[in-house]
């Protein structure tokens, strides 16, 4: 429960964080142009809000409604999810929308795509400002990877350290990594010092998708960093910090995945553990918990293996924001073509596939990295030409543009109408799937 509330606080924190930037960069926009803003609120107020306010001589209601799921901008004269069609059937008045030229009204429509990228730059260029950039090199892995079933049957071997995708050079383990391997013709890895090239079938990723397997994880030794507690079965038997664990019930585990795999045939029953410690091997007793747990910490691989840090001073984190913001971009956009196969339409998530990109324990560097990714996927999805989203607007307002023609204001409705059940279709699917995996996963 507790894991579950950390991670719905940090979806709603940044949802609305996302919600309010978006939306201010339609306020923005329209008040620079004199269009009339009739409200601006976080979450939806269907029915009752709890929370409005109207400054004295403003035209616009300020609140907060009671449905999290996002929020909007009520603009004077144009046909949006309010579906407010009484104001359209009065003359267009100079303060409204479909008053303005359509260049005016194109700027305005794209402001809460254009704040939102704008917003992931700036967190990316802070993060990097506060953080640096810490990562740790495939070739500093010395153990390599554990590779999915998936992996294997196309050739990968437990161990292999991935050195290039084609005649690309692979320098980190990250989702560029596995999208360089599924779209290259081949892999090259380095498999007991000899390089070795695995040819990847032309249909990888939807292989990957199907059979939800993942790609690859960090294969180290199980280095002890900590106790759980002074009952902790390990803390009993006399495991120490420092101690590297290297066997149980006398079978060599050179790898934490080894480990693991030896305690889940060992729930609850006593066990040989053989360690180093202070370079001398040792060996005790212990009684695994009925999980098949120990009782202790591992250190992770950035402090087994040499990590890189990158630092970057106040001016130089916006360059390298900027550059990290289109790359995340570029990647998303490409990954988009598997959302009209079976294996990703099957893979589609709702909010609870969102939630669980933020980490189970607070940790403000992963929760601003996964919001500004968030950002650049709202600001994708919402300039997507789907009648309802913005870029549904821009699309009618290019069309405009082009033929000098205005599409009609019951054109518009309908098509309003059509975007709407449409999304909430989508939204239902999505949201399906997560409960489908929950329940039968």
């Known amino acids: 429960m507790e894991t579950f509330l950390i991670k719905a606080l940090q979806l709603i924190l940044s949802l609305s964080i996302l919600v309010l930037v978006h939306e201010f960069g339609h306020f923005l926009f329209a008040r620079l142009y004199k269009v009339r803003v009739d409200k601006f609120y976080l979450f939806f107020d269907i029915g009752f809000r709890l929370f409005r306010f109207k400054p004295k001589n403003s035209d616009t209601e300020y609140g907060v409604g009671w449905l999290p799921l996002g929020g909007y901008c009520k603009i004077a004269g144009m046909i949006d999810e309010s579906m407010d069609t009484k104001q359209m059937a009065n003359p267009p008045q100079p303060y409204e929308f479909r008053s303005k030229p359509a260049r005016q009204r194109l700027l305005i429509m794209v402001g809460g795509v254009l704040f939102n990228f704008l917003l992931a730059v700036f967190i990316y260029s802070m993060i990097l400002f506060a953080w640096g950039d810490n990562y740790l090199p495939l070739r500093n892995m010395k153990m390599g990877m554990d590779y999915s079933e998936t992996f294997h049957q196309i050739g990968f071997q437990d161990g292999d350290i991935l050195l290039k995708a084609d005649d690309r050079e692979l320098e980190r383990f990250n989702s560029d990594a596995l999208r360089a ?44 960093k900590g106790l759980s507690g002074e009952g902790s079965p390990a803390a009993l038997a006399g495991i120490q910090p420092g101690d590297s664990i290297v066997s149980i019930d006398g079978v060599i585990t050179p790898t934490v995945y080894d480990i693991r795999e030896r305690l889940d045939e060992k729930k609850g029953q006593e066990i040989t553990v053989g360690f180093y410690r202070k ?10 918990d009925t999980a098949g747990l120990m009782g202790v910490y591992m250190r992770p691989p950035v402090e087994i293996y040499s990590t890189v840090t990158l630092t970057y001073n106040f001016f130089q984190s916006f360059p390298a924001g900027i550059r990290l913001g289109i790359s995340t971009l570029k990647g998303y956009v490409s990954d988009m073509k598997y ?10 998530g709702g909010f609870a596939a969102i939630g669980n990109l933020f980490p189970s324990a607070w940790n403000w560097r992963s929760f601003w990295m996964t919001s500004a990714f968030l950002s650049i996927i709202l600001a994708f999805m919402n300039i997507l030409p789907v009648p309802a989203l913005d870029g ?47 329940f039968f996963r």
Do not use: C, W
């Not at 370079?279 to 695994?288: F, N």
């Not at 000098?404 to 309908?414: A, C, G, Q, V």
């Open 339 to 348: 959302v009209f196969t079976k294996e990703g339409a099957s893979n589609l």
């Open 279 to 288: 370079g001398m091997e040792q060996s005790l007793s212990l009684t695994t």
């Open 392 to 438: 549904g607007h821009v699309m009618f307002l290019l069309y405009e543009v082009v033929t000098r023609r205005k599409p009609s204001d019951k054109f518009l409705e309908y098509a309003q109408i059509g975007g709407m059940l449409l999304i909430f279709a989508l939204l239902i699917y999505a949201n399906g799937n997560d409960l489908f995996k929950f």
């Open 181 to 224: 391997v599924v779209n290259a013709g081949t892999a090259t890895v380095l498999r007991q010092g000899v390089e070795t090239v695995i040819p990847i079938p032309a249909d990888m990723m939807q292989r990957v998708m199907r059979d939800k397997k993942g790609f690859a994880a960090e294969r180290y030794p199980m280095i002890v």
